[in-house]
Structures are given as C-alpha cells and as structure tokens.
C-alpha cells in the first residue's frame, strides 16, 4: 500500500504562480470526491487553531458554480468562491479562485490526479497573482496546510497510521574526521551527500546536515517514514555505512513533533 508523504508548496512570486504536491495513500476516485463533494470538504478542510470550512456548495460541471463557507478561529465568518472550468474525473480538475482576503482577485486553480500505485500524486497549480506577491506567498503556505489535511484525513479514514519521524545520528570513525578528510573520503562524502539529496527529494527526508559538537562533528538526518525498520533500512543503504569505514547511525524515534 503507498503512504502518504509531506506536502510541499513552491510560490514563483517572479511568474505570480503556486506548485504544490503531495502523495495520498488512498487511489484517485477516493481523493476526486474528497475535493468536489459537498458532503465532503467540510470533514477536512481546515484545523480548529486556524479555521474551519463549515458548508460547501458545488455544481461540478463546466460552468458550474461553488462556494465554501466557514469560520476562523477569532470566530469571523469567510468565504471563498469560483467557478468550474474543466472537469476530467478523477483526474483532473480546473476552477477559479475568488476570496474576499484577496480583494475579489480572480484567479485559477488547477487539481491533477495520477495514480501511483495504490495511492495518488496529487499536483496543484495556483496561477494569477500577477505582482501580488505577498498573496502568492501567503496562498502557498495555505496550500501546504490544505494538501496536509487532506492527506491526514483520507489516511485515517483508510485506516493507515501516519508515518513516523525518526532523529539519526551519524557517528564518523574518528572524533577529527571532518577536520582530516583525505581525497578518498572527500569523494565518499560527495556521494554521501548526493544519497542525502535524494531522499530529500523524494520526501523521506525532512532536513539533513552536520553538527557542530565541541567533542567532534556528527551528522544529523530527519527522516518522515512508516516504521523504524524503514528509518534503519535508509541509513543502512547510506554509501558512508555501505563503504566499510565505521560510520555508523543511531535512530531514534521522535516522540513528537512541531512542523
């Protein structure tokens, strides 16, 4: 079964434009629903530390009106509403954006959904700011908080525990390591931080880099996976602990977290 992994949100305020992702364990159709359906988006979409999105109303059809309602948490209303431009079940969906917040702005937000295999990539666009730079930025981290809930909400429906957060510590062979590395070394941490680099990208990862100890530097990596035999798995592959050298990882299990 996929899982699900951290959203992630990119506001260009150069090109006035918003890119966001994220991988829902559940398959397209279930997360389609979950966007258009009136008895749907109030389950999820919002927290009750920001806001809550109380009524939703939809007509989704190409030209087809919708209006979400709800309340923030000082207690005042809102509203946002638009209009559908393409409709591509379930995987694809294309509507105009229209908030108060935003001075009425019109703009356009477009949902594609892939399958990937039991689960679903969702991509989003968020295109028409223009100069309003300061909007884009603000809807950008707003998207990375939707695309969140979303996620956690399907996932617990389907049942599927969240992913763990695992510290890990990289111990080098000596205290002076980083201090005097030789060229062999140099290239095998080249290769340890291309590795890094990857799993950054692919979501794994949620920061990595070295730490200044007093007693001697270590390396440290976040990781966001299902299980601490995930976590093990990962460092293990590492090309530093695959090279015979004596690095070696400590993970630990993160008893909470604040992101």
Not at 57 to 74: I, L, M, N, Q
Not at 92 to 113: E, H, I, N, S
Not at 157 to 172: M, N
Request: proline share 7%; glycine share 12%; aromatic share 8%.
């Amino acid at each position: 079964m996929a899982g699900n992994d951290r959203p992630r949100a990119i506001a260009d305020v150069s090109v006035g434009s918003i890119l966001a992702t994220v991988t829902i364990a559940v398959p397209p159709e279930r997360v389609f629903r979950a966007i258009t359906a009136e008895d749907q988006i109030p389950l999820w979409w919002g927290a009750d530390d920001m806001y809550r999105t109380t009524k939703h109303t939809a007509d989704v059809r190409p030209g087809g009106a919708w209006r979400s309602e709800g309340k923030g948490a000082d207690g005042r209303d809102f509203h946002v509403q638009g209009e559908y431009l393409e409709i591509e079940p379930p995987h694809r969906l294309v509507m105009t954006w229209k908030a108060p917040w935003d001075g009425d702005q019109v703009t356009t937000v477009t949902y594609t959904l892939e399958a990937v295999g039991t689960g679903t990539r969702l991509t989003l666009r968020h295109e028409g700011f223009g100069a309003r730079h300061d909007s884009c930025r603000d809807h950008g981290q707003g998207w990375e908080r939707v695309l969140g809930w979303l996620g956690a909400f399907l996932a617990g429906e389907a049942g599927i525990k969240p992913p763990g957060v695992y510290h890990c510590r990289l111990i080098p062979p000596r205290p002076d390591f980083a201090f005097t590395l030789t060229e062999e070394e140099r290239a095998l941490m080249g290769r340890h931080a291309d590795y890094l680099r990857g799993q950054l990208r692919e979501g794994r990862m949620m920061i990595a880099g070295p730490v200044a100890d007093p007693a001697g530097p270590w390396g440290l990596c976040i990781l966001r996976v299902g299980t601490e035999a995930e976590a093990k798995a990962l460092t293990d592959a590492d090309p530093v602990v695959l090279s015979g050298r004596g690095f070696r990882y400590e993970v630990l299990p993160m008893m909470s977290v604040i992101m």
